[in-house]
């Protein structure tokens, strides 16, 4: 798949953008923060770009200046008006600042590889939480995707998500070069910092906003007179990450009154091979809050309150299969699970062939429709976006629908007056239902692993969930991943300046949270939203992955609270001084609660920078090894039960295969 999209995206790339560059715009104290003006919108996310908003959750709304934005190679800024719209920024979001001359080792920063070091009682870097006065642990990088040393940014990811609608205060200080000197802090924060007079109107203006900064570091005990920079940022609330999702469902609920959703099926094959006895086709109704005929680059219909509102009928395809095993020996029906299957990155529903021989081994009826926004079909859609970020919400917005079509595939198949009442899916003599009535699962992998948490957190349908090589955050994700190698020289042809490319992706999360588990993950197992069961889910970790870098899970495990099954890895195969940091050991086995289980496939440990691991150096991708592991097909069946347990199946040591 990544060779055919590769040549796609080179196809496109060719020809496609103007040969000259857009100049660089330069910060002014008008529309950049004046406490660091090397390059604006830096530092990243700060409250100098939000405005008080009495009617927000939070009290905030985000204000990006059109000035400020990033411009594309044709001069033309990202429009920031529907970011401007969220009342907070990514619960997940990177923090960067630009800090010359930087020496991570010899400031003490705490790297990829030692989490635990960034909460030490002098760390050089704090991200403290001003509502619970505790510190969020994180790890420290620069821009590697930026080539120029003197411009790299400084980067500071959270190791686990900052809490929704909580407010945060960044400290830098005791910053060092590489021959141990600290390094003095920007002449305009200082002004600031010493109560020093100036005639700049724009420090004046900003005195009173860093006044409580201030004051909430001088409790955390941080000594005013140390800072190289401080700054505060606000994360968007529930509301304002999931509302429109959550109005979305709800309204589509409602419409649907207690029935199930209409379907039509328009194509059956039977006797597909040794392990499928039918494959059935078609499409089923779901009601629609995009634009035009919801296809890719169709954006959400809003209202005078800003949340989706109906606008017809989307005609969602599915695709499903039923296993022999549903026909037991006497020719009597054998009914099974249905599962929803969350397919990878710009894929589609066909994926499900893959799983031939685990459904009827197991039992299993599966079903898939497209989880359009990051589908197949996308694809064109993409890479218009990627020439012009302004048009990145489609994505998101697309994802958002794509999350309900895939709740109400699931009620398809856990309601028997749905699939279970078509003769497409009634099996044996007599004939009977193929499918079990009254549950429900699902299981995704790889992107399907990712928006599962998204899909999950919010489903009615479903209470159990398996997520293979999952994470999320995908502005984590990306310069981590060998599937964004083909985009990369794309987004760098469109924005020319390489300062600028790692912020742009920080600036989109803020809109992809709404159809990533970044933006759902505090409500996955623990604080459902409002008329929506508790979930548990099995998170399949493969190391050294390719595709879905291992801290992307292991950040979405820590914000989740999920237990790791241990021993977890073997003594020396990772680079971590505590691997697994901060996540929990699981206290028992059986477990009936959220677990994250790491397999082994004896791939070398990926980079500790924020690169790819590119073969042949890292060795063969694992990222769908699993599949192949017998052991991991026992514990998604024991997992996917209404009463489900994680069994661990691997002994006294680490799960290696073979």
């Known amino acids: 798949m990544l060779a055919v999209l590769a040549l796609v995206v080179g196809i496109a790339a060719e020809g496609a953008l103007p040969a000259s560059a857009g100049a660089a715009r ?6 950049c923060d004046p406490i660091a003006t090397s390059l604006c919108l830096l530092p990243f ?14 009290g905030r709304r985000l204000h990006l200046p059109v000035a400020a934005m990033p411009l594309n190679i044709s001069g033309v800024p990202i429009d920031p008006s529907e970011t401007n719209r969220s009342d907070g920024f990514s619960p997940g979001s990177m923090v960067m600042a630009f800090v010359p001359g ?18 030490a009682p002098h760390a ?13 642990p994180y790890w420290v ?8 040393a003197a411009t790299k940014a400084l980067v500071i990811r959270p190791a686990r998500d900052f809490v929704e609608g909580h407010h945060y205060v960044v400290a830098l200080r005791d910053l060092k070069d590489s021959t141990g000197l600290v390094l003095p802090a920007p002449a305009a924060f200082t002004v600031l910092r010493d109560h020093r007079h100036t005639k700049d109107p724009a420090l004046n203006a900003r005195r009173s906003s860093m006044k409580r900064a201030f004051a909430d570091l001088a409790r955390g005990h941080l000594r005013r007179k140390d800072l190289y920079l401080a700054w505060d940022f606000t994360v968007a609330s529930s509301q304002g990450l999931a509302g429109r999702m959550l109005k979305m469902r709800d309204d589509a609920y409602a419409a649907l009154g207690g029935g199930v959703p209409s379907f039509q099926v328009q194509h059956v094959d039977d006797n597909v091979s040794a392990d499928v006895l039918r494959r059935v086709t078609g499409t089923f109704d779901v009601p629609v809050y995009l634009t035009g005929n919801g296809g890719p680059g169709s954006r959400l219909v809003l209202g005078a309150d800003g949340l989706p509102v109906r606008n017809g009928t989307y005609q969602a395809e599915f695709r499903c299969l039923v296993p022999h095993s549903v026909v037991g020996a006497t020719g009597t029906a054998q009914p099974a699970r249905g599962v929803v299957y969350g397919h990878g990155l710009l894929g589609g529903a066909a994926e499900i062939e893959g799983f031939a021989p685990f459904i009827n081994q197991y039992r299993v009826v599966l079903c898939a429709t497209p989880e359009i926004g990051l589908a197949s079909g996308d694809v064109p859609n993409v890479l218009e976006v990627i020439q012009d970020f302004s048009n990145f919400g489609s994505i998101p917005d697309r994802l958002q629908q794509g999350i309900l079509n895939m709740q109400f595939l699931a009620r398809l198949l856990k309601d028997p007056r749905g699939f279970g009442n078509h003769v497409a899916f009634r099996v044996g003599t007599p004939t009977a239902s193929s499918i079990t009535p009254g549950q429900v699962f699902f299981n995704g992998n790889s992107q399907g692993g990712i928006l599962g948490g998204a899909m999950t957190a919010v489903s009615k349908e479903w209470t159990r969930a398996v997520l293979g090589v999952p994470g999320m955050n995908y502005s984590e994700l990306l310069p981590r991943s060998v599937d964004f190698d083909p985009f990369l020289p794309l987004v760098r042809a469109s924005y020319p300046d390489k300062r600028q490319t790692t912020l742009i992706v920080a600036l989109n ?32 970790e493969a190391f050294g992955d390719h595709q879905v870098a291992n801290i992307a899970t292991e950040t979405a495990a820590r914000t989740i609270g999920a237990f790791v099954r241990e021993p977890v890895i073997k003594p020396g195969r990772s680079n971590d001084v505590v691997p697994f940091w901060g996540i929990a050991p699981l206290p028992f086995s059986p477990f009936p609660g959220s677990v994250l289980e790491l397999w082994d496939f004896g791939t070398p440990a990926p980079p500790t920078a924020s690169v790819p691991p590119e073969s042949p150096t890292y060795g063969s991708d694992p990222h769908g090894a699993a599949r192949r592991v017998p052991t991991v097909g026992d514990q998604v069946s024991q997992f996917l039960q209404e009463d489900g347990r994680f069994v661990d199946e691997c002994g006294p040591g680490p799960c290696v295969f073979p």
């Open 124 to 136: 050089p870097i704090v991200l403290l939480d001003t509502v619970t006065r505790q510190r969020v």
């Open 102 to 119: 930087i020496d991570l080792g010899a400031t003490g920063a705490a790297p990829i590889t030692d989490i635990g070091r960034s909460l």
């Open 26 to 31: 330069s910060g002014t104290t008008a529309t």
């Open 45 to 58: 996310p700060d409250d100098f770009y939000t405005v008080a908003d009495a009617d927000s959750p939070t």
């Open 509 to 540: 999360q803020i809109l992809w949270d709404r159809g990533d588990a970044d933006g759902y993950a505090q409500h996955l197992t623990t604080h459902p939203y409002p008329g929506t069961p508790t979930h548990q889910v099995l998170m399949i």
């Open 141 to 148: 990088e620069l821009d590697t995707w930026n080539p120029d």
